[in-house]
């Protein structure tokens, strides 16, 4: 019994002697080639087998392998795939993955993006994985409504109808830009994420820099930038096929295809797709096709061309009026009660909808002058057409009720119920030679956009890198209004125009206003970076600018008639900004940021009752002051960041147009209307096991307006004193986004190609939107308030093998448990509930799809 005891231990010590030479320990830090910085969640796999494990925030990884030799496969979205073969325990070192996208790290430096525990700025980026797993049906903005201090919602509920709001600003007041190249509106620094309605199939990543950003161009943001990367051409050949189908009849389908880079160092992408739908809300069928096209070419190892287009043709319903709670709930259709649209011939045909093609075409030109200096390029053009249709007449012949027939009950079909077109139909038919009393119309808002950026980097030494550049803008904004059906009439009376004196209209022609307004941009810009030991970065930045309009008036005046073009008003900006990281140990880090800057008055405050006569020439440049405190904290299991913030905006553009009487009309510039908007935000991503991510964010903001504004001076056309208003508005809160936001997520990882997320988003504090100027009387009580909210989302994606191909079936629910909600509301006499028009969110919504790659 001794000796049998003494060979199974013989054995027992043999086999695990066997089963230790057998394994081996490897680690090494994974390095993306674009930026030079970590990549943490790259997964690394033992060759032939299921083990593996993914790199920490730091990029580390350390795998004990099941055999003393092997290969391990080293995966990143993005990037290309590496294996390395091993023998035995070894450290790799630095292992970097090349980017999968030919000229990523070129439109990166014209985009400023923003550098983890380098750059000191408030961050969050989005990498397409997520936006395509999160997405489904959502507006694109929404992607980011996790993200601190973001208040994203689907606005009326329309397709492409979505919103933004960052720290409390409107998205006049927040940059957005597509590979580096600004895209708010020119005359109002508005943002229609409808005109970029195919944008999330060809985004490579999304980056929310909060505050001051990282933004080298003269864009005076003061809630922050969002930069937004499209893909540029994948560096191997291949391409996919995708499809989506969601609630409400939403179908998309897609196809992307890359030619990779070839040996004359030429390489191709496209892509296009096709989606339409039902809509969610009553009334807002869409259809959208959009396309995306990069051509790259490496003409040598100095200079590289990059030429990329892309767009969406898109038209949809809309849901343009809000109603009071009791309207919803007294309607049979609930929160998608619409009373935009109706019946005509049996067909939908909506009252309001939109339509626009927006093409963004750009040719970028890299030049490495020599190893320490480069020269960014790109030239880039848009031409917007479309607009949003609405109605026209119907006020000489009302309804019964008083309202127009568009408004009235009377015209509805039942209760609450769509617009009955065929009785207008009849009625301007029984007119005949009289014309119609009610029609469409359509206001256009077409745009013909030039512009080029040049960025010049160079390396003074080891720890400077000096950045400076151009950055030339011209624009032409064509407004008007046409008639698009004069539902069953012949013609339609409109006086609007004196060079018409019949005033009469046709399907097509121009009717109510029709003027261009043009605005110039040149801006310059200049920072220095140091950068010591990768411990100590700092920079300072200065720009200038010069915004210029002017103003041409097709409708009010005649070709012969001086006023009919304006001379050309200029505004000069400036800005200034520093800030500092350093990392206190390999785990903390503290940064600092301060700026300065002033941002030119918008369009309509130079020109603010649309006419040529009364010109505004004390507008005044808003103000911004602009401060922040960052801590940031990195371990292997988790990644921390702290933001305090503080942004000051003084002389807010307000400018008011006044009735004084049935000829005369006057303005009041408004000056002195200040907001505060300051708070802390904290996000985190805990990583619990190798599978299981824990992401969640806090952000509590207190916005408000700082202080009343009273005895303000209102100028008649000779720009005399006639009367005086008042604005109190003294420590009211800022309205239109949540000032309180919390989100807790969980990414859970069954395999390499299968993952669940889930994520809650909180919202509270959320006070209905109010024009400031509409506060005139004292002592009024604060907007109403929205109740909190709530609500779930979940995405689960599985990747699998079909054939020789690789595919995925992904499926998404929004909303999971239905909550009820409001998510945008505008306030109404005495500021509470009853009065409030509101939008309420969209209940449980959901989409699957599947991709096919080869």
């Known amino acids: 019994m001794k000796k049998i005891t003494q060979f199974l231990s013989i054995v027992v010590l043999m086999l695990f002697t066997t089963i230790a030479f057998s394994q081996s320990t490897i680690t090494g830090k994974v390095i993306g080639s674009d930026m030079n910085e970590p990549l943490p969640g790259a997964n690394v796999i033992e060759k032939g087998t299921s083990n593996g494990t993914t790199t920490n925030f730091d990029g580390e990884f350390s795998i004990t392998t099941k055999a003393s030799s092997g290969e391990i496969t080293i995966t990143y979205v993005g990037y290309t795939t590496k294996t390395i073969a091993f023998n035995g325990n070894q450290d790799l070192g630095e292992i970097i993955l090349q980017s999968s996208e030919v000229g990523l790290q070129e439109v990166q430096i014209i985009a400023s993006v923003a550098v983890d525990r380098k750059t000191p700025v408030a961050v969050s980026t989005v990498k397409a994985a997520d936006i395509e797993l999160k997405l489904g049906t959502q507006e694109f903005p929404e992607v980011l409504k996790s993200t601190p201090g973001v208040y994203a919602t689907k606005s009326g509920g329309g397709f492409g109808d979505g919103r933004i709001n960052l720290r409390g600003f409107t998205s006049e007041n927040v940059a957005v830009m597509i590979n580096g190249v600004p895209v708010n509106d020119m005359e109002n620094g508005q943002v229609y994420w409808s005109n970029w309605a195919g944008l999330s199939d060809v985004t490579s990543s999304m980056q929310v820099q909060r505050g001051l950003g990282a933004a080298r161009v003269a864009v005076p943001s003061v809630g922050g930038t969002i930069n937004i990367l499209t893909k540029t051409t994948d560096v191997e050949a291949g391409g996919n096929f995708y499809t989506t189908l969601g609630n409400d009849g ?107 093609h927006k093409p963004q075409i750009s040719l970028n030109h890299y030049w490495d002058i020599n190893d320490n200096t480069s020269l960014s390029t790109a030239a880039y053009v848009s031409f917007g057409s479309g607009g949003g249709g609405g109605t026209l007449g119907s006020d000489g ?124 941009w040149v801006g310059a810009f200049a920072q220095l970076e140091y950068d010591v030991n990768e411990k100590f970065n700092t920079f300072i930045a200065l720009n ?100 305090l913030y503080r942004t000051a905006w003084r002389d807010r553009t307000e400018t008011i147009g006044f009735q004084l009487n049935e000829d005369e009309t006057g303005f009041a510039n408004i000056l002195g209307i200040n907001a505060v908007h300051q708070g802390i935000e904290v996000d985190f991503v805990y990583r619990a096991t190798d599978r299981l991510d824990i992401t969640g964010m806090a952000s509590l903001g207190d916005w408000r307006w700082e202080e009343d504004v009273t005895g303000v001076q209102i100028l008649n056309e000779e720009q005399e004193v006639v009367d005086t208003v008042d604005l109190y508005i003294e420590d009211t809160p800022v309205g239109d986004a949540a000032q309180t936001t919390l989100a807790l997520g969980i990414n859970y990882k069954f395999g390499a190609d299968t993952r669940l997320i889930v994520d809650y988003n909180y919202f509270d504090r959320l006070y209905a939107d109010f024009d400031p100027s509409d506060r005139g009387t004292e002592g009024a009580p604060d907007p109403w308030e929205v109740p909190a909210y709530g609500v779930f989302d979940a995405a689960l994606t599985h990747g699998f093998s079909f054939g020789e191909f690789d595919a995925s079936l992904t499926a998404r629910i929004n909303n999971v448990f239905d909550t009820e909600y409001i998510a945008d509301a505008l306030d109404g006499t005495g500021s509470n509930a009853q009065t409030a028009l509101v939008y309420y969110g969209f209940g449980r919504t959901f989409s699957v799809g599947a991709k096919l790659k080869f």
Request: aromatic share 14%.
């Open 250 to 356: 939403y179908k998309k389908f897609g196809v992307t295809y890359s030619t990779g880079l070839m040996d004359n160092g030429f390489a191709a992408t496209v892509s296009a797709s096709k989606t339409d739908g039902e809509g969610y809300v009553d009334g807002t069928q869409f259809n959208a096709v959009s396309y995306f096209v990069n051509l790259s070419k490496q003409i040598n190892d100095a200079h590289k061309l990059s030429f990329t287009a892309f767009g969406a043709k898109q038209r949809h319903g809309q849901r343009q009026n809000r109603h009071t709670i009791a309207t919803y709930r007294d309607s049979e259709r609930g929160k998608k009660y619409n009373s935009d649209w109706g019946y005509k011939n049996g067909e939908v045909a909506f009252i309001e909808d939109n339509f626009y």
């Open 397 to 520: 012949e009302v309804a019964g009720d008083g309202r127009s027939k568009f408004t009235s009950d009377d015209y509805r079909i039942g209760e609450f119920g769509p617009l009955d077109f065929d009785r207008i139909i009849d009625e301007n038919i029984a007119l005949g030679a009289n014309g119609s009393t009610a029609a469409l119309r359509a206001s256009r808002n077409d745009h013909n956009w030039f512009g080029v950026i040049s960025t010049l980097k160079t390396n003074l030494n080891d720890d400077l890198v000096l950045l400076g550049g151009l950055d030339f803008r011209n624009y032409k904004g064509i407004h008007f209004r046409e008639v698009t059906d004069l539902l069953g009439g012949q013609f339609i009376i409109n006086e609007d125009n004196v060079n018409n004196p019949t005033g009469i209209a046709r399907v097509g022609d121009k009717i109510s206003y029709y003027n261009d307004g043009l605005v110039g």
């Open 544 to 643: 200038a600018s010069n915004t210029s309009y002017k103003r041409k008036d097709y409708f009010l005046y005649t070709p012969d008639d001086p006023l009919r073009e304006t001379d050309r008003y200029n505004f000069f900006g400036f800005g200034a900004k520093g800030g500092a990281n350093y990392r206190l140990t390999d785990n903390h880090n503290v940064f600092v940021n301060l700026g300065y800057f002033e941002k030119a008055a918008d369009f309509d405050a130079v020109f603010p009752n649309f006419n040529n006569e009364e010109i505004n020439e004390d507008a005044e440049n808003q103000k911004i002051l602009s401060f922040e405190l960052g801590y940031g904290y990195r371990s292997d299991k988790l990644s921390a960041n702290v933001n």
